[in-house]
T-cell receptor
Framework: DAGVIQSPRHEVTEMGQEVTLRCKPI?????LFWYRQTMMRGLELLIY????????DSGMPEDRFSAKMPNASFSTLKIQPSEPRDSAVYFC?????????????FGDGTRLSIL | GNSVTQMEGPVTLSEEAFLTINCTYT??????LFWYVQYPGEGLQLLLK?????DKGSNKGFEATYRKETTSFHLEKGSVQVSDSAVYFC?????????FGTGTSLTVIP
């Protein structure tokens, strides 16, 4: 079975540019999570969707960040304009949260470098 | 509130040594508990899980027992290998929410 698929795997861009990260969750999962991982802050939850609806976006750093989930099989995380401090690895994860024993399944991440 | 506390790393062990990574939790109900492993350049992978008190999760020689009385879920392995070098995350799930520890880096030297 295909796992969570993220694209691109690596992104290098200049400060001020728009960045779009993409995620395809596991088929049948009803929840999707975006995380950011850095050495300084570790793993941070940015936003969480349930049935395509944003439930908790309290971790989104500021208005430059936005996330959408137009359907059950696709989500985007957008940064506009990007800044060097946004450099990190961004992970997407999916789950079927109504079952208590169901874990999150993570993608391989997008390594983002803002110059 | 709900939270997970892991032992601080980094941890460095010689090959074939015994491993324990401590994890304790605070939860407002009855959580499910998980250990994830992250190898360099990769995402987090589920290592094992336990969904109720006294359950033991196991995988690849790793074990952890859900201890409700001590609110703990310590990860153990009897004999580590160089290939076990990674970052290990303890996590809990309660309701629809997940909470992760800060991760413990393990390096195993030959």
């Amino acid at each position: 079975d295909a796992g969570v698929i993220q694209s691109p795997r690596h992104e290098v861009t200049e400060m001020g540019q728009e960045v779009t990260l993409r995620c395809k969750p596991i088929s049948g999962h009803n929840s999707l999570f975006w995380y950011r991982q850095t050495m300084m802050r570790g793993l941070e939850l940015l936003i969480y969707f349930n049935n395509n609806v944003p439930i908790d976006d309290s971790g989104m750093p500021e208005d430059r960040f936005s996330a959408k989930m137009p359907n059950a099989s696709f989500s985007t995380l957008k940064i506009q304009p990007s800044e060097p401090r946004d450099s990190a690895v961004y992970f997407c994860a999916s789950s079927f949260v109504e079952w208590s024993n169901q874990p999150q399944h993570f993608g391989d991440g997008t390594r983002l470098s803002i110059l | 509130g709900n939270s997970v506390t892991q032992m601080e790393g980094p941890v460095t062990l010689s090959e074939e040594a015994f491993l324990t990574i401590n994890c304790t939790y605070t939860a407002t109900g009855y959580p499910s508990l998980f250990w994830y492993v992250q190898y360099p350049g990769e995402g987090l992978q589920l290592l094992l899980k336990a969904t109720k008190a006294d359950d033991k999760g196991s995988n690849k020689g790793f074990e952890a027992t859900y201890r409700k009385e001590t609110t703990s879920f310590h990860l153990e392995k009897g004999s580590v290998q160089v290939s076990d070098s990674a970052v290990y995350f303890c996590a809990l799930k309660i309701g629809n929410q997940f909470y992760f520890g800060t991760g413990t880096s393990l390096t195993v030297i030959p």
